[in-house]
């Protein structure tokens, strides 16, 4: 079934650890994006990335980084968690180059909790 | 700044029409979306709107007021699994996704 695959679903993470987020879509899609969604906030778009080889950063970048290797994958790293990332992590996807106009399809998120 | 209204919980009864608003002040605008997104789940593509006007499919309609910078999301026939929070997000002038901290609908029988 084509779409988005998040791993891991869920994860506790000590403080101060690495952790990487990881995100494949098999739909072909030029854009892929990574939010990060918290209880009475909207989805903040933390990296994103247009076309591979490329990565841009979105509203709340700091403490990430995104890699886009090929079309399909595109992982989030955290270098050294703290517990204000404690959140849902979305990963999505669309067919365009960077416009924002077309739709976005989301995965099925990966819950974390830093403590 | 950019923002996105919505409000944030709603209640209606099944087999009613419920109308969740959303207004916005982006920074340009290049369309808006709604998303539905039940507990626990992704936000799934519900509609998109970029001229004035009304959008139907099915039960569910979407509206938008451009130079009222405002829009809004119609159900109708509501069903137990409208149970859902849905999201409204406008895309601005450089194509980035501005959303809305979304709307908890609650439907009771």
């Known amino acids: 079934i084509a779409g988005i695959t998040q791993a891991p679903t869920s994860q506790i993470l000590a403080a101060g650890r690495r952790m990487t987020l990881r995100c494949t879509q098999d739909?072909?899609?030029?854009?892929m994006y990574w939010y990060r969604q918290d209880l009475g906030l909207g989805l903040r778009l933390i990296h994103y990335s247009n076309t591979a080889g490329t990565t841009g950063k979105g509203e709340v970048p700091d403490g990430y980084s995104v890699s886009r290797a090929n079309t399909d994958d595109f992982p989030l790293t955290l270098a050294s968690a703290v517990p204000s990332q404690t959140s849902v992590y979305f990963c999505?996807?669309?067919?365009?180059?960077?416009?924002?106009?077309?739709?976005?399809?989301f995965g099925p998120g990966t819950r974390l909790t830093v403590l | 700044g950019q923002n996105i209204d919505q409000p944030t919980e709603m209640t209606a009864t099944e087999g009613a029409i419920v109308q969740i608003n959303c207004t916005y002040q982006?920074?340009?605008?290049?369309?808006l979306f709604w998303y539905q997104q039940h507990a626990g789940e992704a936000p799934t593509f519900l509609s998109y709107n970029v001229l004035d006007g009304l959008e139907e499919k099915g039960r569910f309609s979407s509206f938008l007021s451009r130079s009222k910078g405002y829009s809004y999301l119609l159900l109708k026939e509501l069903q137990m699994k409208d149970s859902a929070s849905y999201l409204c997000?406008?895309?601005?002038?450089?194509?980035?996704?501005?959303w809305g901290a979304g709307t908890k609908l609650i439907i009771k029988p």
């Open positions: 997000a406008v895309t601005d002038s450089n194509y980035q996704l501005i």
């Open positions: 739909m072909r899609h030029n854009a």
């Open positions: 982006t920074s340009g605008f290049n369309g």
């Open positions: 999505a996807s669309s067919d365009s180059t960077g416009g924002g106009a077309d739709t976005q399809y």
